[in-house]
């Protein structure tokens, strides 16, 4: 028997309930992880109120995780027991003790990485991975906006694009979320409740604009993040932690010849080769000090709702994990 978080009905975090659940032994391609860290991630915040509908219920949420291979299925080749491995999914399961998992979507963590590190930066990292050397390519030179720049994927991009040669500019909510964004590479803060960051964008690129502009807030940004761009410039947009979108006009992109994009990590990542490189490039880094990331703060597995009303408070900069 292992120890998983149960989502029954859509919820606040009180929704989030521990049960024993039986674990199967694995079948061809597949392993099965006694999991030691767990991520948090606003993904599993959405699915638990039911904004992601994309979790059948009831069933285990979470969608990053590190542990050991504890046994291998028949078919499966380059794992053996004892392996330490890391993984991200868009089927979920993670929140639990021990689970089985599909082969193909592990990586094994190099001796520099230890699993709850892993657990702390897979997900962030392969996104930030994805939107800067793949969505948008960043050149030096180039000056992007990063919103929510204190966050988890915020403090990756700020660190990432500088090391790229980027202009970095960041919306933060506080100062000492400034201070933080500037500690990691972020050129210039704009502090979103005092001012307004399409005129403060201007200001610092003398009405230029952007060329691109990463923005995980959604409704409340879009628009301005769009006004915000340079000529061809290029909207990311990859969350909606301030709600949905509304529809569009696709002809607003004309005024400035701009280009607007939705991608999904889970989308970049299918294929193993891909995988594979889109890590070794975010290990790489982290080994060689470019990236520097903080091991999350950890919760027992079973105070699941109390790490969700953490990470929904927005009071705390970093990462939260779920250790069973």
């Known amino acids: 028997m292992a120890t998983a978080i149960v989502l029954s009905e859509y919820g606040g975090p009180e929704a989030l309930r521990v049960e024993n659940v039986n674990v199967a032994e694995p079948g061809p391609g597949e392993l099965r992880i006694r999991q030691t860290a767990i991520g948090v991630n606003f993904h599993d915040v959405y699915v638990r109120t039911g904004l992601y509908k994309t979790l059948a219920l009831p069933g285990?949420?979470?969608?990053?995780?590190?542990g050991v291979v504890e046994a291998i299925g028949s078919q499966v080749s380059g794992f053996a027991p004892g392996d330490s491995i890391a993984y991200i999914t868009n089927q979920y399961g993670t929140y639990a003790s021990e689970r089985v998992l599909p082969a193909r979507l592990a990586?094994?963590?190099?001796?520099?990485?230890d699993q709850d590190l892993a657990a702390s930066v897979l997900l962030k990292g392969l996104t930030a991975q994805m939107l800067l050397r793949q969505v948008h390519q960043v050149q030096p030179g180039d000056t992007?906006?990063?919103?929510?720049?204190?966050?988890?994927?915020?403090?990756?991009?700020?660190q990432w694009a500088s090391h790229l040669g980027a202009t970095v500019i960041g919306t933060v909510g506080s100062e000492e979320k400034a201070e933080q964004a500037r500690a990691m590479g972020c050129t210039h803060t704009i502090l979103y409740?005092?001012?307004?960051?399409?005129?403060?964008?201007?200001?610092?690129t003398n009405d230029q604009g952007v060329n691109v502009a990463y923005d995980s807030v959604g409704k409340d940004t879009f628009l301005g993040s769009l006004a915000a761009l340079a000529r061809r410039g290029h909207l990311v947009n990859f969350g909606q932690s301030s709600g949905s979108i509304?529809?569009?006009e696709v002809s607003i992109l004309a005024p400035k010849s701009n280009s607007l994009t939705r991608?999904?990590?889970?989308?970049?990542?299918?294929?193993?080769?891909?995988?594979?490189?889109?890590?070794?490039e975010l290990f790489a880094l982290i080994e060689q000090g470019v990236l520097k990331v903080r091991t999350g703060e950890a919760y027992p597995l079973a105070d699941a709702a109390r790490a969700h009303e953490a990470l929904e408070s927005r009071s705390r900069m970093g990462t939260l994990l779920l250790k069973p």
């Open 60 to 66: 285990i949420p979470g969608i990053e995780a590190a």
């Open 263 to 280: 991608p999904g990590v889970f989308h970049y990542t299918v294929e193993r080769p891909m995988l594979e490189s889109m890590a070794g």
């Open 193 to 204: 409740r005092e001012e307004n960051f399409v005129e403060r964008v201007r200001q610092i």
């Open 144 to 158: 992007i906006l990063v919103h929510a720049a204190s966050g988890g994927v915020g403090q990756l991009l700020c």
């Open 107 to 113: 990586v094994r963590l190099p001796d520099s990485i």
């Open 246 to 248: 509304e529809p569009i």
